[in-house]
């Protein structure tokens, strides 16, 4: 069976950036299952498992476009240091949920000057070209349950 709308893909995945560093691997876990055309999945990696079959090894190179968004330097603001109330020592690295105008918005602390925070509201891999080497370890129809609820279920999926 290929892997079509519809259909529950898993597979085993190693993701690097343009340097070659390791951002993320399955190695070691079970492999990434997902319902295929539900957008569980960065859309340029999904347009490339389209039609792959149970023992596919390939590369996808995902442009930002279709991976995490190009980076938006509008996302980046200063901050007072007391919009943290209750965090001790804030620290470069450190993820916060903010409300932004669309909604809740994650920002990562990039720097700290004084009294001053740094944030970036961009995905970490936002404005970066993806690498996967994908291994292809399952391909079936998806049932009526998972299909009503848009998600697998079982296989390292979600239970209810």
Same mark, same amino acid.
């Given at each position: 069976?290929?892997?079509?709308?519809?259909?529950?893909?898993?597979?085993? /995945?190693?993701?690097?950036?343009?340097?070659?560093?390791?951002?993320?691997?399955?190695?070691?876990?079970?492999?990434?299952? /997902?319902?295929?055309?539900?957008?569980?999945?960065?859309?340029?990696?999904?347009?490339?498992?389209?039609?792959?079959?149970?023992?596919?090894?390939?590369?996808?190179?995902?442009?930002?476009?279709?991976? /995490?968004?190009?980076?938006?330097?509008?996302?980046?603001?200063?901050?007072?240091?007391?919009?943290?109330?209750?965090?001790?020592?804030?620290?470069?690295?450190?993820?916060?949920?903010?409300?932004?105008?669309?909604?809740?918005?994650?920002?990562?602390?990039?720097?700290?000057?004084?009294?001053?925070?740094?944030?970036?509201?961009?995905?970490?891999?936002?404005?970066?070209?993806?690498?996967?080497?994908?291994?292809?370890?399952?391909?079936?129809?998806?049932?009526?349950?998972?299909?009503?609820?848009?998600?697998?279920?079982?296989?390292?999926?979600?239970?209810?």
């Amino acid at each position: 069976m290929q892997i079509a709308h519809n259909a529950v893909a898993a597979f085993h /995945y190693t993701l690097t950036d343009d340097k070659g560093q390791v951002v993320d691997s399955s190695e070691g876990r079970d492999p990434l299952t /997902y319902l295929h055309g539900s957008g569980q999945i960065v859309p340029g990696l999904e347009k490339q498992m389209e039609g792959r079959v149970v023992g596919d090894k390939f590369t996808a190179h995902v442009a930002p476009e279709e991976g /995490y968004g190009v980076h938006h330097p509008e996302l980046m603001q200063e901050v007072p240091k007391e919009a943290f109330q209750g965090v001790e020592d804030i620290q470069p690295g450190m993820q916060f949920q903010g409300r932004g105008p669309q909604g809740e918005i994650n920002v990562t602390v990039t720097k700290i000057e004084g009294d001053k925070v740094f944030i970036d509201g961009n995905h970490p891999l936002a404005g970066q070209t993806l690498h996967f080497a994908v291994e292809v370890t399952g391909v079936r129809a998806a049932t009526e349950e998972e299909l009503q609820h848009g998600h697998v279920h079982g296989e390292g999926g979600h239970h209810h």
